[in-house]
């Protein structure tokens, strides 16, 4: 949702229908793709063993990302300039 807010705030409103399009084209070829692989590996290794690896993957980035400091010095809402049209 934060997403979504944030490219609305700052695509330009004349072609704001295009980039939603394409940004809900790429979920919608992510899922498939990434059920097949995801299908893939637990046949390959176990479900057990996908789903602790996937746990620790997210974990390692999760971590790697609070060490970010641009992530924890966002602007406020307010002073984020757009560039649609007011």
Request: charged share 10%.
């Amino acid at each position: 949702m934060l997403f979504a807010a944030l490219v609305q705030s700052l695509v330009p409103e004349e072609i704001l229908g295009r980039a939603s399009a394409v940004m809900g084209s790429g979920a919608g070829a992510a899922t498939p793709l990434g059920a097949l692989l995801g299908g893939a590996a637990a046949d390959a290794f176990g479900v057990t063993t996908v789903l602790y690896v996937v746990a620790a993957g997210l974990l390692v980035l999760s971590l790697y990302l609070s060490t970010v400091t641009q992530f924890r010095r966002l602007p406020e809402i307010a002073q984020v300039e757009t560039l649609a049209a007011d």
